[in-house]
Structure formats: C-alpha cells, structure tokens
C-alpha cells in the first residue's frame, strides 16, 4: 500500500509559477513510476509528467517546457515544478504511484489550482 498527499495548490496569476508537492509513504518509494495527472472541469484526466524509477521524464506536449517533474527518493517525494502559468492549466492536479509489474496503482486525492488574475 501507498498513501500519497499532494500539496502546494493554490490561486495564482498567469505567467506565475507553483511547486506542486506529493509526500508517499507506506511502501518503499523509489521502486515506483511517479506521474503527475490534471482533471479540468467537464474533462478527463490527463497525464502531465511521469518520471521512473530510474529517474527518465517524460511529458504532454501542453506542459513541456513548462512543467518539470523531479522526486527526491530520501524525502519520498515527488515534485511538479510549473512555470508560465495558463489560464487553462486551472484543474486538481493529482498524484500517481504506479508499479505495473504487480499491478499496483495509486493516487492521491488531488490538490486545486487555479490560474486567474
């Protein structure tokens, strides 16, 4: 099992930045791929970021760029850096822990953010 808390939502105006945070705990960390998710209003949830293990990235084409996805495996964490903010990026931004070799999958309950002047 693996608990997973996001934080570091909030309002913020366009061009601005934000450090989105996801604290695990329960398992062991680092053995985990880590991805960052995002639900707007009245859409699906799209995957964001994703970083392995082993600590390869990779992006959506609307964040790249833009957002960097890192994690620091002594502190079970996993961040979401997002600079440039866009209206459009408002939505709850959701943590996921997954390991598909065992079919495990985790998520967080979401943190909000919001992008508006």
């Known amino acids: 099992q693996v608990q997973l808390v996001e934080s570091g939502g909030g309002l913020v105006q366009p061009g601005g930045s934000l450090r989105l945070s996801c604290a695990a705990s329960?398992?062991?960390?680092?053995?985990?791929?880590m991805g960052w998710y995002r639900q707007a209003p009245g859409k699906q949830r799209e995957l964001l970021a994703a970083?392995?293990?082993?600590?390869?990235?990779n992006y959506a084409d609307s964040v790249k760029g833009r957002f960097t996805i890192s994690r620091d495996n002594a502190k079970n964490t996993v961040y979401l850096q997002m600079n440039s903010l866009k209206p459009e990026d408002t939505a709850v931004y959701y943590c996921?822990?997954?390991?598909?070799?065992?079919?495990?999958?985790?998520w967080g309950k979401g943190t909000l953010v919001t992008v508006s002047s």
């Open positions: 996921n822990a997954e390991l598909p070799a065992l079919g495990m999958d985790y």
């Open positions: 329960g398992s062991i960390f680092s053995i985990y791929a």
């Open positions: 970083i392995t293990s082993g600590g390869s990235t």
